[in-house]
C-alpha cells in the first residue's frame, strides 16, 4: 500500500471514530429563544436546566434514535452540564462536617431520589457545595463531568455556530395530560 493511500485510510478511519471529524468536544449555540436540557435524551425525560437563544454549550456526543416516540426528534446532542445547575447526590454518601464523598463513586442525579436521571458522577474526597436538602439528598452545584442532552433541532453547531444566531420561537401543542414543552419545532409562519 502507497504511503499516500495509507495516509488517506489512517485519516477517514479516524474521522469516522472521532465524534465531529475529529474533534473531542465542539461548541454549539442555541438557536431558540428557549430550550430544556435534560437528564435523558428523550422530550419525556426531566427537565435539568433551561437555556437560552446564543448561549454557548458544549457538545460531547450526537445521539440518532433509530425510531423515535411519536412527537419526539430522533437527534439529541449529550452536553457538558451548564454552568450553575444544581443536582442532587444521596446525603448517605457525604461527610456532613467536611462536605466530601464518603463513597468510591457517587451518581449525581436530576433530582432528589433514585428514579431520577444520573447526569454525573463523583469521586472519593470530592467536594460537593450543598445548596439545600430535602429529606436525605443533597442538592449541590453540578460536578464538571455532568451532562445533560438537548434537542439537536435547537443548536447550531461548528463554525455555523459562530455565524448564525436565528430569532425563532418554537411552541408545541401538549399532549394530553402533559404540559406544553417547548422541545419541538413548529414552521416559520
Known sequence: MSGNLRCFLSVFVIGLCAPWGGQ???AAVVNTDRANARGRASIFSEVVAQLRQ????????VIKHKNPRPGETAEWIKIRMP??????VNADFIDAAAKVVTASRLNARAGPGLN??????????ERVKQVRRMENWLEIEAPSNSWAYISGLFLTRGSAAEKERPQSTHAVEAMPGQVAERDQPQPAP
Open 24 to 26: 473531542a468536544e465542539i
Open 54 to 61: 446564543g448561549e454557548r454549550v458544549e457538545v460531547l456526543e
Open 83 to 88: 454552568p450553575n445547575t444544581l443536582v442532587w
Open 116 to 125: 431520577f436521571s444520573v447526569v454525573g458522577s463523583l469521586a472519593r474526597n
